[in-house]
């Protein structure tokens, strides 16, 4: 009886978030943007695991004020927030009544966007296919591309707390993108591996710039990789 009320509950949770028709979506878009309808290009959003304790977005399961470059065209001071689990950049619509809309951009369409002050990018539209991951934050556009990739994990682990499974903490890597390669750094380490020849000036450049490299801000993440691209 209890795996039936489950399988209900989700039935009707999902369609929740698929019951707005694109012609509905398309009435509030004007209602905001005009009749340029460029940000419907998407389609409804359906969560992977809605009961799931905790979720599945960037920060926290929030709208923030954003910015978007979509199709060649920038969108400032609208309301987004991604699902770094299935890579999904979402966003809502407001009409004069009140109510809203949320739909799930298209990939193809997005370059970039702004979220909570970060700098996400498509890793496709830079040209970098079946990497794993399409958007990352952007931290040193260079010679190479130095990037944050955020993920959560769904764990199967059910419990009376937790009867429909948990999302785990945010998790950050960070990469290099170079000549078709993509190198992980996991730790200083794969740092020196990625510019051979130059540990001992990378090391003192660190040490003089006091950088922890597993917690370093992207402001001292940025200064570092600036002076990475030297070497090569």
Not at 14 to 30: W, Y
Not at 57 to 81: H, P, S, T, V, W
């Amino acid at each position: 009886m209890k795996r039936q009320f489950t399988i209900i509950f989700l039935f009707v949770f999902a369609r929740l978030f698929s019951q707005v028709t694109l012609s509905e979506i398309s009435t509030k878009t004007n209602i905001k943007y005009g009749s340029d309808d460029i940000l419907i290009n998407g389609g409804n959003y359906v969560p992977l695991h809605p009961a799931a304790h905790g979720d599945a977005f960037f920060m926290e399961n929030a709208f923030y004020n954003g910015k978007l470059l979509l199709k060649g065209r920038q969108f400032e001071d609208i309301a987004i927030k991604f699902d770094i689990e299935q890579q999904k950049l979402l966003l809502r619509l407001d009409s004069v009544s009140a109510e809203y809309s949320i739909i799930q951009l298209n990939d193809n369409y997005i370059k970039e966007f702004y979220i909570h002050g970060q700098h996400f990018i498509n890793l496709n539209n830079r040209g970098i296919h079946n990497s794993g991951m399409t958007f990352v934050e952007l931290v040193y556009d260079g010679g190479f591309l130095f990037v944050k990739y955020y993920k959560k994990e769904f764990l199967t682990v059910f419990s009376n707390k937790h009867p429909y499974g948990r999302y785990s903490e945010t998790k950050t890597e960070k990469y290099i993108f170079r000549n078709g390669e993509k190198i992980r750094l996991k730790s200083k380490r794969d740092l020196y591996d990625a510019f051979p020849g130059n540990n001992a000036m990378i090391k003192l450049f660190i040490k003089q710039n006091r950088i922890r490299f597993r917690k370093a801000s992207n402001k001292k993440l940025l200064i570092l990789m600036k002076y990475c691209d030297g070497f090569d």
